[in-house]
């Protein structure tokens, strides 16, 4: 039972990534899926959450209108996609379920609360200027 991460890479200021999140043994569906990401030297934030429930999305102040967060239950994958991506978004992103929540509140972004204990490796993004 795992999640993997996948799509990162290396890309211009401006430019555009889809980053994938994959799930084997179990599905994504049945709870809450957050993207996090870390960048060097600083602590690991949310950057964006979908519900299970009903698909709602939330973003971090910072990815908002240019990150999307989205579903494919058929494929039980988990995407995002980051369009005007700048330096400051270079990080190692993960995708994370969470155990029992299936909807993003307003404390989304709080691993513990939103009890985000299944994580996988990470996939890095590094943007260029």
């Known amino acids: 039972v795992q999640l993997q991460a996948s799509g990162g890479g290396l890309v211009q200021s401006g430019g555009s990534l889809r980053l994938s999140c994959a799930a084997y043994?179990?599905?994504?569906?049945?709870?809450?899926i957050g993207w996090f990401r870390r960048a060097p030297g600083k602590e690991r934030e949310g950057v964006s959450c979908?519900?299970?429930?009903?698909?709602?999305?939330t973003y971090a102040d910072s990815v908002k209108g240019r990150f999307a967060i989205f579903k494919d239950n058929v494929k039980n994958m988990v995407y995002l996609q980051m369009n005007n991506l700048k330096p400051e978004d270079t990080a190692v992103y993960y995708c994370?379920?969470?155990?029992?929540?299936?909807?993003?509140?307003?404390?989304?972004?709080?691993?513990?609360?939103?009890?985000?204990?299944?994580w996988g490796p990470g996939t890095l993004v590094t943007v260029s200027s």
């Open positions: 979908i519900s299970s429930t009903d698909s709602r999305t």
């Open positions: 994370a379920q969470s155990l029992s929540r299936t909807v993003c509140g307003d404390r989304w972004y709080i691993t513990s609360f939103m009890d985000f204990n299944r």
């Open positions: 043994g179990l599905t994504l569906d049945d709870h809450a």
